[in-house]
């Protein structure tokens, strides 16, 4: 969980019961849980927004996409394979056709 170990998250508990107190700590994590509840329901709805504004063909766009690296690669990425894919089998030789290099001795 968020790259926190189980000595660290009991690092976290005890701190939290110092500075805050064993008797305010339980409404104070209520008031954190209702805090990440409603930063949860307001990104949900900013990318349900989103994809309702782009219209359709984009149900299933999900926001990790955006990123501009992943973008590029789903838009360009699935052509550039199959142009690649075209290439090499273009030039794929059968085991028959290979010849191995050889010298010339003329030219020693």
Do not use: W, Y
Request: hydrophobic share 40%; proline share 5%; glycine share 8%.
């Amino acid at each position: 969980m968020f790259g926190i170990g189980g000595g660290e998250f009991l690092t976290l508990i005890v701190l939290a019961l110092i500075l805050i107190g064993p008797d305010r700590l339980p409404n104070v994590a209520t008031d954190a849980a209702k805090l990440v509840r409603k930063l949860r329901d307001i990104a949900n709805a900013a990318t349900a927004e989103l994809r309702e504004n782009l219209g359709p063909g984009f149900e299933d766009l999900d926001v990790t996409d955006l990123h501009p690296k992943k973008l590029i690669r789903k838009t360009i990425g699935n052509s550039l394979d199959e142009i690649s894919t075209e290439i090499n089998s273009g030039f794929s030789l059968e085991k028959s056709d290979k010849k191995k290099a050889q010298i010339d001795p003329d030219l020693l």
